[in-house]
């Protein structure tokens, strides 16, 4: 039974666990970025973020990806090419993500250009996934129609025969990494009376500035 609209209406509640002053930041976005990540490790998929695109008419899409790498140049995510991302990449190398601790009362915003990783960084990422992992990259024609789910189970377990336990599972032609280059990071905290924190760093002139954004 679907939820009366009065109901949805009034679910909400209060963010009282903390506040998110100017003091408080790290001098850098991606040390913020760390010291919060640190903080989510008490959540499950404390790294899953929501990776939105938007296609070359301006047609967005969103999903959750899992972030994979973090320094001063940006957010290391990986997808096969041909992916639904993977071509709104290609004709769009725009993107933003979110990462969504609700527990924690706590969301980042990041936004930026997106730049394709060298096979190499591809290779080794891949070479490090479980083998289950693996198989299931290279079975999956992702974001294509697929008759079934058996079509994918047999594709995978073919592979699995034909590259047995022990043996290295080559990486898809089309898979591979992407690095999130920031122009804006912001860290939002969850306030008492909608007043929530926004601060965001935001890339001027080859430097960053810090401002505060009203909720």
Known sequence: MATPPDR???MRRSYELGGLAEDDLAPTWHEQLRRWLDDAQVLEDATAMVLATAAADGMP???SVLLKGLDERGLTFFTHRDSRKGRELA???????????????????VSG??????NATGDAYFASRPRGSQLGALASPQ????????????ARDA??????EGT???RPPRWGGYRLVPVTAEFWQGRED????????????????????AP
């Open 8 to 10: 949805l209406a009034a």
């Open 194 to 213: 909608r007043l929530h924190d926004r601060l965001r760093f935001r890339a001027q002139d080859g430097a960053w500035i810090v401002e505060r954004i």
């Open 61 to 63: 899409s969103a999903r």
């Open 168 to 170: 290295p599972v080559p």
């Open 91 to 109: 004709a769009n190398p725009r993107a933003t993500v979110v990462f969504p601790w609700y527990r924690l009362e706590r969301q980042v915003l």
């Open 143 to 154: 974001s294509q129609v697929v008759a079934s789910r058996a079509v994918l189970e047999e």
């Open 113 to 118: 250009t997106v730049e394709e990783l060298d």
């Open 159 to 164: 592979l699995a025969a034909r590259y047995p």
